[in-house]
């Protein structure tokens, strides 16, 4: 994928017409943001190209009258063009491009094809892959009613169930019931919750209901 380009460098582009060899000149500005039709002189245009820069693309938008505006799409390979001390980035259009956004063309030499190091533009970086969301947790259980909860905790008791806990007889006078039809003592289960969100026999997420309100 080529980059993408977020700023260029320089205030002044070309973008080049294959066919006819020619360059035609966009240059920036800061006030109102935008690009419009160049109309310095640029003498003794020199084709370069710069080692910093792999394949690229853009979009600039350009003024062509009081309120008028083109936007172009563009790639860039790192080919410059230089005018004594000005560095000129080389774009190429990838739809066509209106003739009245053409102002004034050039032509260029070529510099035994020279690389260099110029910097022409900065990339935007790539956002960072969000991190994973973390796994959801598992819905909560409901109480069970405090009747069941009486009934499944007298039943224990006429089995003589013992607390998986503390190994006491269970009373439901003291007990407590899971969501998943565990029987404890009020106090052990309360105290083991404390630390834990699961029941202490099956280790399923549960709530608690007691079996008597004292």
């Known amino acids: 994928m080529p980059e993408r380009i977020s700023l260029f460098i320089g205030f002044v582009v070309a973008f080049h017409r294959p066919r006819k060899g020619t360059y035609y000149l966009f240059k920036w500005d800061p006030s109102s943001q935008k690009w419009y039709r160049d109309h310095l002189e640029y003498p003794n245009l020199v084709v370069n190209r ?6 690229a693309s ?4 350009v003024v062509l009258g009081r309120r008028n505006t083109h936007m172009i799409q563009f790639v860039s390979d790192g ?3 230089t005018s004594g001390e000005i560095y000129i980035p080389i774009l190429k259009a990838t739809q066509r491009i209106p003739p009245f956004t053409i102002y004034k063309e050039y032509t ?3 510099a035994e094809y020279l690389m260099t190091d110029v910097r022409l533009w900065n990339v935007t970086q790539p956002a960072p892959p969000a991190p994973p969301a973390p796994p959801a947790a598992p819905p909560q259980a ?5 009747r069941i909860a009486w009934l499944i905790a007298e039943d224990a008791c006429k089995e003589k169930e013992c607390c998986p806990i503390t190994m006491n007889e269970i009373s439901p006078i003291v007990a407590a019931v899971t969501s998943c039809f565990h029987v404890f ?8 919750m404390e630390t834990k969100d699961s029941c202490p ?11 008597c309100e004292l």
């Open 50 to 55: 710069s080692n910093l820069h792999r394949e």
């Open 79 to 81: 080919h410059y063009l």
């Open 58 to 61: 853009g979009q600039i938008n």
């Open 201 to 211: 026999v099956c280790r399923k997420r549960c709530a608690i209901t007691n079996a």
């Open 108 to 110: 260029a030499g070529v």
């Open 185 to 192: 003592e009020r106090a052990a289960l309360q105290e083991w």
């Open 142 to 146: 409901d109480p069970i009613p405090q």
